[in-house]
């Protein structure tokens, strides 16, 4: 009887081993010594992470990739043909293609480094979802341009007379290419003169305001391009385009004018300058150059527009050379959306332009406005550009959470009451955000930083989780998921997700 009990028992204690190893792997140390919850890199720090921490979440990552990728249909972003008939005219019998927003060349042959004889390519610049970007030279002008080539056509349908225009070559098109056509407009450039770009809401008073695109990168072309379907480095291409060199793919691609670079260069740039700057002094240095930035949100929220897509990578600095001061541009319309973009809007036959906000299954106050999340996201920026170009990072995080400084406190002020655009630029001209105060304080006014090294990482990375760019109606990314185990992955703080 004896002898039939101890494989029991045996077999309980085995369980009961195995379920305290599992908790141990689902409890890291990190946690046990009640230090901030941060798994990923917290564990590489301490020298505890194991193989099964990596194939734990590597399983969920996997799981929810698929989830995202296979979500329904009517999730996905779209742009209705009722608002692409924003950029037709239909005062005539029929409606067409206005003559201020027709490209220079609809269709261009893409061979060797060139597109036709007009754009001449000089390096890659980067690669995202939606396509690639490079850096090409206008031979016409002799100017830099950003040419963006898209890798899919996307979902937007196209209105008849926009695909008589390309031949037919595509019937649907990227949503950024409407979207800048109608909201940012069209620059022509010819006798080497450049026109001012003006959008289809300008031009179409009948239906709507006058809309003016200033804060907003326009494009200079776009163009179906048609590429050999065989690369040239490729081992097909050796094989098979002796026997089939007619055999082209089409694909749409952008042209907007090169910028010396985006925020996150600039302030890169002005870290390495060697001005040692201080939070304060780049706040009082740029805040006026932010506060346009706000402006130019607050005019495309007041046509009906959200931009959906704000972070320091889509916000490029123009550099004036004639003296009137530099302006930060917001490109990246890809993702703009109508204000009115509710899911009952979807039964109501209102124009709508994206679906994402309702990806994640919940809502929050950014979700239910979509114009300030627009805001809340280009604080965000503006935090990080405070913190990157400043001489000491840890001097930055210490002020933003002790509320101190004039800008930390326009920031925490709006995520306890968020307000519009407009009403947010007025507030910064305000006394309580004036710029120039935090200088007045002296040290005594400064956060007494702490000097242990754990505090300071814990410091670091919630600064990072705070500023950390999440937008509401965006898809889960690789870099996303990256950051996310980074920062705590399944062992970080639900309530600060």
């Given at each position: 009887?004896?002898?039939?009990?101890?494989?029991?028992?045996?077999?309980?204690?085995?369980?009961?081993?195995?379920?305290?190893?599992?908790?141990?792997?689902?409890?890291?140390?990190?946690?046990?010594?009640?230090?901030?919850?941060?798994?990923?890199?917290?564990?590489?720090?301490?020298?505890?992470?194991?193989?099964?921490?990596?194939?734990?979440?590597?399983?969920?990552?996997?799981?929810?990739?698929?989830?995202?990728?296979?979500?329904?249909?009517?999730?996905?972003?779209?742009?209705?043909?009722?608002?692409?008939?924003?950029?037709?005219?239909?005062?005539?019998?029929?409606?067409?293609?206005?003559?201020?927003?027709?490209p220079l060349e609809p269709i261009r042959i893409a061979k060797a480094n060139r597109f036709d004889n007009r754009y001449e390519f000089e390096r890659h610049l980067g690669r995202s979802r939606e396509g690639s970007t490079m850096l090409y030279r206008d031979m016409y002008t002799g100017t830099q341009v950003l040419v963006k080539s898209y890798s899919h056509h996307a979902n937007a349908p196209m209105e008849p007379a926009w695909a008589d225009l390309f031949c037919h070559e595509l019937t649907t098109w990227p949503t950024e290419i409407p979207a800048t056509l109608l909201?940012?407009?069209?620059?022509?450039?010819?006798?080497?003169?450049?026109?001012?770009?003006?959008?289809?809401?300008?031009?179409?008073?009948?239906?709507?305001?006058?809309?003016?695109?200033?804060?907003?990168?326009?494009?200079?072309?776009?163009?179906?391009?048609?590429?050999?379907?065989?690369s040239s480095s490729s081992l097909f291409a050796l094989l098979l385009r002796p026997v089939f060199p007619s055999w082209t793919t089409p694909r749409w691609t952008l042209v907007t004018p090169w910028r010396a670079g985006s925020l996150d260069y600039f302030a890169a740039v002005l870290k390495k300058s060697g001005g040692n700057f201080s939070p304060a002094q780049l706040d009082a240095l740029h805040r006026p150059v932010f506060a346009g930035l706000v402006s130019s949100l607050a005019e495309l929220h007041a046509k009906g527009y959200c931009h959906n897509n704000v972070k320091s990578a889509n916000i490029f600095v123009d550099k004036d050379d004639d003296g009137g001061g530099d302006q930060w541009l917001l490109s990246g319309l890809g993702q703009v959306r109508h204000v009115a973009g509710h899911r009952s809007d979807l039964a109501s036959g209102q124009r709508f332009w994206t679906v994402g906000a309702w990806a994640r299954g919940r809502r929050s106050r950014w979700e239910a406005d979509c114009r300030l999340?627009?805001?809340?996201?280009?604080?965000?920026?503006?935090?990080?550009?405070?913190?990157?170009?400043?001489?000491?990072?840890?001097?930055?995080?210490?002020?933003?959470?002790?509320?101190?400084?004039?800008?930390?406190?326009?920031?925490?002020?709006?995520?306890?009451?968020?307000?519009?655009?407009?009403?947010?630029?007025?507030?910064?001209?305000?006394?309580?955000?004036?710029?120039?105060?935090?200088?007045?304080?002296?040290?005594?006014?400064?956060?007494?930083?702490?000097m242990d090294e754990k505090k300071e990482e814990a410091l670091r990375l919630a600064v990072d989780m705070e500023l950390a760019w999440t937008n509401v109606d965006g898809t889960w990314s690789w870099e996303g998921w990256w950051r996310w185990w980074k920062l705590g992955g399944l062992w970080q703080r639900f309530d600060q997700v």
């Open positions: 009887m004896l002898k039939t009990q101890r494989p029991i028992t045996s077999s309980v204690q085995n369980k009961a081993s195995s379920f305290k190893a599992m908790a141990r792997i689902l409890w890291p140390p990190a946690i046990q010594d009640k230090v901030y919850p941060f798994a990923g890199s917290t564990l590489v720090l301490v020298g505890r992470l194991k193989l099964t921490h990596v194939i734990i979440c590597t399983v969920l990552t996997t799981a929810f990739f698929i989830v995202a990728v296979l979500r329904p249909e009517g999730l996905k972003n779209e742009l209705p043909i009722s608002d692409a008939s924003d950029l037709l005219d239909i005062q005539g019998a029929s409606p067409s293609v206005p003559l201020h927003l027709r909201l940012a407009g069209l620059e022509k450039v010819s006798s080497n003169r450049r026109h001012s770009a003006h959008g289809n809401l300008t031009r179409q008073s009948h239906r709507h305001a006058s809309f003016q695109p200033g804060g907003l990168v326009p494009a200079l072309d776009y163009f179906v391009a048609l590429e050999p379907v065989f999340d627009d805001v809340r996201l280009a604080l965000k920026s503006y935090m990080s550009f405070l913190r990157a170009a400043s001489s000491d990072e840890l001097s930055f995080d210490g002020d933003l959470y002790a509320m101190r400084a004039t800008w930390s406190r326009l920031y925490w002020d709006f995520v306890k009451a968020p307000v519009p655009a407009e009403e947010l630029v007025d507030a910064m001209s305000g006394e309580r955000y004036m710029t120039g105060a935090d200088d007045e304080m002296g040290d005594d006014g400064r956060v007494m930083l702490m």
